[in-house]
Every structure is written in C-alpha cells, then in structure tokens.
C-alpha cells in the first residue's frame, strides 16, 4: 500500500501560478513513477505530467507551462504551474505507481479553479 496526498490547490486569476505538492508514504525512488492527473466536470482523468528513474514527461497542453519535480528526502512531487489559463480548471489529482504489479495508488485530489 502507498498513501498519497496532494495539497496546494485553490482559486487564481489567468495568468497566474500555483504549485501541487503530492506527499507519498513510501521513497519516490521505489516507485515506478509518480504523475499528476486532472479532470474537469464531465471529464476523463487525464495525466498531466509524470515523473520517473527515466526522467520527466509531460501532456502536450501543458508542456512549457507546468514543470514536475520530486524531492526525494521529503517523499514529495511537485507540480508547478505557470501561466494558467481557464481551461486548466480541474481536479488535480497524484498517483504512485509500484513496480510490482503496475498498480497505481491515488490521493484524494485538489481543486484548482483558474479564473478568467
């Protein structure tokens, strides 16, 4: 089991930055991978940007504007965001992946509301 939870999530005007934090119980170096993932209303749950031993990848819609990092000695993932715009409102949610099975492991998510 791994337990994850997110925070820094809340309200900012076009334009502006936030940053994710994702708090994991186990060393993010015994993870396959950590990835942020969001979902509006309505939507699919999609990832964001991913962080793992072969780097960092990222969505295409995103790419340029957000940035994931990990700080090892806190078991953290960050996710800043930069220049956000309306259509990045979402739930914003974190998820460790184990290498054993593949299974992912889900936090409760953060809301981010990017007002225009």
């Known amino acids: 089991q791994v337990q994850v939870m997110e925070s820094g999530g809340g309200l900012v005007q076009a334009g502006g930055s936030l940053r994710l934090s994702c708090d994991v119980s186990?060393?993010?170096?015994?993870?396959?991978?950590v990835g942020w993932y969001r979902q509006a209303p309505g939507g699919q749950r999609d990832l964001v940007a991913r962080?793992?031993?072969?780097?960092?990848d990222y969505d295409e819609s995103v790419n340029g504007r957000f940035t994931i990092s990990s700080d090892n000695t806190r078991n953290t993932v960050y996710l800043q965001m930069n220049s956000l715009k309306p259509e990045d409102t979402a739930v914003y949610f974190c998820?460790?992946?184990?290498?054993?099975?593949?299974?992912?492991?889900w936090g409760q998510g953060t809301q981010v509301t990017v007002a225009s």
């Open positions: 998820a460790a992946r184990i290498h054993y099975d593949g299974r992912l492991f």
């Open positions: 186990r060393n993010i170096t015994s993870l396959n991978a």
């Open positions: 962080v793992s031993s072969s780097g960092t």
